[in-house]
Structures are given as C-alpha cells and as structure tokens.
C-alpha cells in the first residue's frame, strides 16, 4: 500500500505563513508528479500547485509570488510554503503524487488525506 500523510495545517493570520508537508511511504518505485490541491466550502477542488520530479513547477494564478511548492526526492516529499496568506486561502488542503510501484507497474494518482488551513482577518 502507498499512503500520503500531510501536516503543518491550522490556524494563522492574514499576512501570515505556513509550511505543509505531505510524505508518501509503502512501496514506491518512482514518483512522477506531486502536486497540491485546495476546496474551499461550497466550492469545487482546483490545483494550487504542481512539481515534476525534475523540480518544474506550475502554480495558479491567485498563489503565484506568494506560495512555493517544493520537493525532497530523498524522502518522497512535497511541501508547500505558503506566504502572505490571504481569507481566501481558507480551504482543506490536499497533496497528491503519481506513483509508480514496480518497474513495470502502471501510474496511479494517491491523495492524502486533506489537512485544513484557516486564514483570520
């Protein structure tokens, strides 16, 4: 089994930063791309963040120059380093990752399970 486990959500104010982290574990032959998704109440998931595993990065717009995904290849983790964080940032974050188990195996897209940041004014 793969499993990717998120922390570093909670409570901060405006202005304000945060550091998410998702780890994957289990067996794990390679992973492709990581990425961080958002859903904010009412709303529907969308994409903050993505990085190849050649460390390309793509961002949406409304993130761009205040959040920076990052990852650690060594320890199968993605971050996310999320800066001058705005109300409307307030959503449940979610990592994911295309794995590859085997050689030959195909790739499947994990979700971690969600970890929820609130923005105060």
């Known amino acids: 089994q793969v499993q990717l486990v998120e922390s570093g959500g909670g409570l901060v104010q405006a202005g304000g930063s945060l550091r998410l982290s998702c780890a994957a574990s289990?067996?794990?032959?390679?992973?492709?791309?990581m990425g961080w998704y958002r859903q904010a109440p009412g709303k529907q998931r969308e994409l903050v963040a993505s990085i190849t595993s050649g460390g390309r990065t793509d961002y949406t717009d409304s993130v761009k120059g205040r959040f920076t995904i990052s990852r650690d290849n060594a320890k199968n983790t993605v971050y996310l380093q999320m800066n001058s964080v705005k109300s409307e940032d307030t959503a449940v974050y979610y990592c994911?990752?295309?794995?590859?188990?085997?050689?030959?195996?195909?790739?499947?897209?994990?979700w971690g399970q969600g970890t929820q940041v609130t923005v105060s004014a």
């Open positions: 994911n990752a295309d794995i590859r188990r085997n050689i030959v195996g195909p790739t499947t897209r994990y």
């Open positions: 289990g067996i794990i032959f390679r992973i492709n791309a």
